[in-house]
Structure formats: structure tokens, C-alpha cells
């Protein structure tokens, strides 16, 4: 697989460790002279210098050969245009973009750049798994596909308390993958018993967030 | 009709004066208070102070119902995401981007999006003014 980065700070510098240390071709476009000297003494010919949001510098990094376009700039406006530039102009069938500011990503799922990584989110998905202030939280969502992994403590006098995980009537369109008990993960089966302090886990369409939570959580 | 104009660099603020000058209502934003200076006290339209990357401050420019929009910021790439916000998301019927990169301006041009490249404008002008003189001296020789 060959692999065009975008930006070589530490995320766009450790992703071309990563893809080489499986074997795959990758180059890395950068714009700061001094950032690209490191880069060079790393990754010697696969580092090149340029604005990645230039036709031509993508062009000479071989875009239209790239399998995939990772645009990891510390610049949303450039992310998305890089992902646009590659995916309408030189063809490339997978796109990653990085999102800076969480408050940005409302611009690349307008403009068709997915799937997007943003820190941030990430970061606050963590937490609040860790620390969970709400009953549902969002551990992942796959934004192309459409689909969301969501996190639900089962509250006590709420349906789910007590109940057969197979006698709950689970919207369609959504589905229990998972119990946790006492951080223990378990593969959901339709005979496990729920309890209040269980946390169950659960692939979902969107809009099904609050009849889940009826049933979980009780309001 | 009604505009907003976001940078008020030398382009944006002159075009916001002339539309005011043909009767026309403003609202302008930049990131910088000083460049929101250039238009002075007397302009009647609202001035906002902030990225017009940030929907917010978009919004504080009434966004929504603005019958054109113009993205003539400093910066090419946020000229190109903000004016396809502008004509995806809010739906305004006239929107305008300025872009100095001649190859980007073609691209989001072949898309679909208006695009103003100065620099192709001048490039065309100052290669016709070589073409015209090369043409008068091969007439003269």
C-alpha cells in the first residue's frame, strides 16, 4: 500500500513509522524547513518538502498513485482541503483527516471528508468512559458507515434492571454487543441478567440513542 | 440585497463600501480589530470581530439570510471551506471566493465554485501586454 502524509509533526511522523513498520511506501509532505530537516535525517527521501495543499507538490508526492491520503496538518481549513484535493482531483479512494478543533467537524462531514480523528473528542470519549458523568456515552462512531458504539449504565428501577437481556424489546436497528460488570466485558447472550451498575455496550444507527436510554436508564 | 464579506483586508473593505455606496446592507468580518479599523465608524453595517471558520461568528453575521456571501480573507484555504459552507450549509445563492493559487482556483472552479484568482488575472493582463509589444516589433522589423 503507498501512503501520502500530510503534515510530519509527531502524529504525521509516528503514522509513517507505523505503515513502514508494516511494510508499506509511504512519503511525507512538509512545509516548515526546520520540522523537514528532522523528518530527513529520519526518513531521508520519503520526506519532501511543500504545501500540501498545492496541486503540484501533491502531484510530485505521487497522490495519484496513493492508496490512501492522510491529512494530518495542525490546520483544519488545509486538512480539508487536502482531502478534497485528493479525493476529487487525483482520485484517491481513502481519505484520513485529521479535525484540530472539535468545533470544525461540522465542516469536514459537510464536505464529505471522512473518516476524521480529532484528539479532543477522543480524549473526552476517555473521560468520560472513565469518569462517566452521563449514563450513555459515545465510545466510537464510524461516521461513513453511519453506525455509533455506544456506552449505557443500566440505572436501578429502570426496565433493564432485573430483566433478561433477551426480553428487553432492543429497537431495530441497534443491538447489545456487551455487558460490563465490575470491568469485566462479556459478549451479550439473551439469558445474562442485567443489574443496576451494569454497563452495557451497543452498536447503533443514529436516533435510537433515546429509546435505548428508556429502556437502560429509565427516562 | 444583503452581504456578508468576511476579511477586511484592502479587498474586502472596498467592496463592502461600494455595495453600501449602491444602497446595499453589510456585514463584515475579520479576525483582526485592527483590519475592521479600515472601514471606520460611519459604516453602517455590523462589524465582527472573529474566525469565520467558527459557524458562531458566522452566525453573529446573520449568516442565514444573506443573499451573497464573499470569502476574501488572507488565507486561500479558509477563502475555499468557508465559502462552500456558505453555499452548502446555508444555501446562499451568490457566493464568491477569492483564491491566489492559479491551480486551486481552476480546481474549485471546475467544482462549481466561483472562484477569483488575481494572480491568473494578472498573469493574463501582463502576458497580453508582452504578446501586444512582441507584435508591434515584429510589424515595425
Known amino acids: 500500500m503507498y501512503a501520502v502524509i500530510v503534515g510530519g509533526g509527531k502524529a504525521g511522523a509516528n503514522v509513517a513509522r507505523a505503515l513502514l513498520r508494516l511494510g508499506h511506501e509511504v512519503t511525507i509532505v512538509e512545509s516548515r524547513t526546520s520540522r523537514l530537516a528532522t523528518l530527513e535525517a529520519e526518513f531521508e527521501h520519503m520526506a519532501r518538502y511543500g504545501d500540501g495543499t498545492e496541486l503540484f507538490v501533491l502531484e510530485a508526492a505521487g497522490m495519484a498513485r496513493a492508496d490512501v491520503c492522510i491529512a494530518v496538518t495542525g490546520d483544519d481549513e488545509d486538512n480539508i482541503i487536502i482531502g478534497q484535493v485528493s479525493k476529487e482531483h487525483f482520485g484517491v479512494q481513502n481519505i484520513v483527516a485529521r479535525v484540530n478543533d472539535p468545533r470544525n467537524q461540522e465542516h469536514f462531514d459537510l464536505l464529505g471528508i471522512a473518516p476524521t480523528v480529532c484528539a479532543t473528542e477522543s480524549i473526552l470519549a476517555l473521560i468520560e468512559h472513565e469518569v462517566p458523568q452521563h449514563s450513555l456515552v459515545h465510545l466510537f462512531s464510524l461516521r461513513r458507515e453511519n453506525l455509533d458504539i455506544l456506552e449505557i449504565g443500566v440505572v436501578e428501577g429502570s426496565r433493564a434492571d432485573g430483566a433478561r437481556l433477551g426480553d428487553l424489546a432492543i429497537p431495530k436497528g441497534s443491538l447489545v454487543i456487551s455487558v460490563l460488570r465490575n470491568r469485566v466485558g462479556r459478549v451479550a447472550h439473551p439469558d445474562r441478567e442485567l443489574a443496576a451498575g451494569d454497563q452495557i455496550v451497543a452498536i447503533a444507527e443514529p436516533g435510537h440513542e433515546s429509546d435505548l436510554m428508556e429502556i437502560f436508564a429509565g427516562d | ?141
Open chain 2, 1 to 141: 440585497m444583503f452581504v456578508v464579506v468576511v476579511g477586511c483586508g484592502r479587498v474586502g473593505a472596498s467592496i463592502a463600501q461600494s455595495l453600501i455606496e449602491d444602497g446595499h446592507d453589510v456585514n463584515v468580518i475579520d479576525q483582526n480589530l485592527e483590519a475592521l479599523g479600515r472601514l471606520g465608524h460611519e459604516f453602517p453595517g455590523n462589524l465582527i470581530q472573529g474566525p469565520a471558520l467558527e459557524t458562531t461568528v458566522l452566525e453573529r453575521a446573520e449568516i442565514e439570510r444573506a443573499d451573497a456571501f464573499v470569502a476574501a480573507t488572507n488565507g486561500d484555504n479558509t477563502n475555499i471551506v468557508i465559502a462552500q459552507v456558505a453555499r452548502d450549509r446555508y444555501q446562499i445563492p451568490c457566493v464568491i471566493a477569492r483564491v491566489l493559487d492559479p491551480s486551486r482556483a481552476k480546481f474549485y472552479s471546475q467544482q462549481g465554485l466561483t472562484c477569483i484568482c488575481p494572480t491568473r488575472t494578472a498573469i493574463d493582463m501582463m502576458e497580453g501586454a508582452l504578446r501586444a509589444f512582441a507584435a508591434e516589433m515584429t510589424e515595425d522589423a
